[in-house]
């Protein structure tokens, strides 16, 4: 079956350090994948979307990277900061390529 | 602009009971989806609507049934409620309705059923 993992024990760092965040997924052959942010309370909010032929994707203190035969992506948020503190969800191409399925998020938190 | 806007934002009801969750884009969106999240299952697809006029299944559609009403507004019904559709939806929207556009989401509806 289809299955889009990524760690579900928060990841504990201190502000400065890079946070590095893991999706793996089984079953699938992603034409892209995204990462998103969400805060308590909130509705998630994209932060970047990476292809499947493109091996790394930046974006200010984000980089995201897309591992085609790992089937995996990391994220890395550099020089970490408090207010980076959230849950993050990686999200793929379902079946049929028509709407987003998504991972259960790592929430991050970063001490001051 | 508002972006994603659902109402309302809480919700009690009890079993059996019916209810309309609305929601409304104001960014001229082609394609909205309703997803709900519960701890530790991530957000799951129940429907969505590639372009007005068309709704499709998703992953979780049982007990739902969805409209669009035009191509600003996406709303999710449940006729009969159940403990089990506790949960809190999210509705968002993208542009196009390719999948590579990103989503915009709403900030969600907390829903009990009692």
């Known amino acids: 079956s289809q299955k889009i993992e990524q760690n579900s024990e928060a990841l504990n760092i201190q502000e400065g350090k890079t946070a590095t965040l893991t999706c793996n997924y089984t079953n699938y052959s992603p034409a892209y994948l995204q990462w998103y942010r969400q805060d308590p309370g909130r509705g998630p909010v994209f932060l970047l979307l990476?292809?499947?032929?493109?091996k790394e994707k930046r974006k200010e203190r984000l980089k995201v990277t897309f591992d085609t035969t790992l089937k995996q992506s990391l994220f890395h948020i550099t020089a970490s900061q408090p207010a980076d503190s959230a849950t993050y969800l990686c999200?793929?191409?379902?079946?049929?390529?028509?709407?987003?399925?998504f991972g259960s998020g790592t929430r991050l938190q970063v001490q001051p | 602009n508002a972006g994603v806007t659902q109402t309302p934002k809480f919700q009690v009801l009890k079993t059996g009971q019916s209810m309309t969750l609305q929601c409304a884009q104001d960014m001229n969106h082609n394609s909205m989806y309703w997803y709900r999240q519960d701890p530790g299952m991530g957000l799951r697809l129940i429907y969505y609507?590639?372009?007005?006029?068309?709704?499709d299944k998703g992953e979780v559609p049982n007990g739902y049934n969805v409209s669009r009403l035009n191509k600003r507004e996406f709303s999710l019904r449940l006729e009969s409620a159940a403990p089990s559709q506790t949960s809190v939806y999210f509705c968002a929207s993208s542009d196009k309705g390719q999948i590579n556009s990103p989503l915009h989401f709403g900030n969600g509806t907390r829903l009990t059923v009692t």
């Open positions: 999200a793929l191409d379902g079946t049929g390529r028509r709407a987003l399925t």
């Open positions: 609507s590639a372009s007005e006029g068309t709704t």
């Open positions: 990476i292809r499947e032929n493109e």
